[in-house]
């Protein structure tokens, strides 16, 4: 049965509608809130809240102006319903609850982390159960995907995402935000041996993470040159650059075969990799897991990086999946701040500057 679907998104700092037909992407327009936040070094939760309940309305009008569509061409409309921001969170729950009210439409609350996750369905159609690994500013953590309302977490950061890490090393640094892009072409001149950074619980079982202690080594490390030379020269801010990129890297390689190793366990009947989040861009990352995949005989999968971070196009698709299995909402839909995919997993420590990471 072929579905059309409104999503909406506000769960941190992206303003976004879409509009999704079964995997085809009619239109998805996200609205950043950037210059709202920078003097305040982090999202501002109150800031954010009132810009998405001023932008919601423009913004679906114009996802369905891109689609050609109106109200009227819809089955139903998905909105992230959590974890994130709450006054973010219910600014979008409300504004869809008015739509579903005044038109009848079905009203599907989605989890803006199954959105993530089901990404690589909508642009690449893998099967069931593949192994995801969901990388961003706000997120960390591996999660086995066995259907749209069954997961299994099977590790993830206990403090800071890879994001807000380099983040941060950009702050320490001197360098532009977000710190991504910036640390990883520095790091491009760079020796990432020239300073020793810790690889934090590289050597503890299991797929669990840490890279608040990486930023702090970097702060010392950046203090002694400093201390020792009276500043940083654009070769210093180099190296450190790439010292960090490397050791991040390292971490997420060895975790990754280390979960793949309990997916392939299950016998995939056809073995899939999948990559989430605004960290997926880094070249370094991105190439070790794709090697790492290769030596495996496991797809690599990575969605082009518009529909990797936060969008409302992979909130609609997962409506779709949801409604297909015949769930609904109804208006006592609550926002929720945290809402862990798998239920049963112990809750992870760290909200992270970008809310909650459930
Ligand atoms: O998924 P995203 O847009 O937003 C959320 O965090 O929800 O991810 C943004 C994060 C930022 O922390 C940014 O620094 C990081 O992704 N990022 C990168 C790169 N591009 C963006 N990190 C490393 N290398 C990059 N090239
Ligand atoms: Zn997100």
């Not at 992206?14 to 982090?42: C, I, K, M, P, W």
């Not at 319903?81 to 739509?99: D, E, H, R, Y």
């Not at 999660?143 to 995402?161: F, M, N, P, S």
């Not at 360098?175 to 910036?182: A, D, K, R, T, V």
């Amino acid at each position: 049965m072929t579905l059309t679907i409104l999503g909406i998104e506000s769960s941190c700092d992206d303003t976004a509608a879409a509009v999704v037909r079964d995997n085809e992407v009619l239109s998805s327009v996200v609205y950043g809130q950037t210059d709202l936040h920078a003097d305040f070094g982090g999202v501002v939760p109150e800031i954010a809240a009132r810009a998405h309940a001023e932008k919601l309305d423009h913004c679906i009008e114009e996802a369905l102006q891109n689609a050609g569509l109106t109200l009227e061409d819809l089955d139903g409309i998905a909105v992230t319903a959590g974890p994130g921001l709450i006054g973010g969170v219910l600014s979008g729950v409300m504004c869809a609850k008015g739509i579903s009210a005044a038109t009848g439409l079905p009203l599907i609350g989605v989890n803006h982390l199954a959105g993530h996750a089901l990404t690589p369905r909508l642009t690449d159609q893998i099967p069931y159960p593949y192994l995801m690994l969901l990388v961003s500013g706000g997120h960390c953590q591996f999660l086995i995907v066995e259907a749209h309302d069954r997961y299994q977490r099977i590790g993830g950061t206990i403090d800071d995402a890879p994001g807000e890490a380099f983040d941060k090393t950009a702050r320490i640094l001197g360098l532009p935000q977000p710190g991504g892009p910036s640390v990883e072409q520095a790091a491009k001149s760079g020796d990432p041996k020239r300073f020793n950074l810790p690889r934090p619980l590289l050597n503890q079982p299991g797929c669990d993470m840490s890279f608040s202690g990486l930023k702090t080594a970097i702060l010392r490390a950046r203090d002694s040159v400093v201390a020792e030379k009276g500043g940083l020269t654009v070769q210093d801010q180099s190296d450190l650059c790439a010292g960090f990129q490397a050791a991040v890297t390292d971490v997420l390689i060895e975790k990754t075969r280390r979960a793949m190793q309990l997916y392939l366990d299950l016998n995939p009947t056809k073995r899939s990799f999948a990559i989430a989040g605004g960290v997926a861009a880094n070249g370094a990352i991105r190439g070790g897991l794709m090697q790492l995949c290769a030596g495996l005989e496991t797809d690599f999968v990575a969605p082009p990086l518009r529909l990797c971070t936060d969008n409302a196009a992979m909130i609609a698709y997962a409506g779709i999946e949801m409604m297909q299995a015949g769930h609904r909402d109804d208006l006592t839909l609550s926002a929720r701040p945290r809402w862990p995919l798998d239920q049963r997993a112990a809750p992870m420590l760290g909200s992270g500057k970008k809310g909650a990471k459930a």
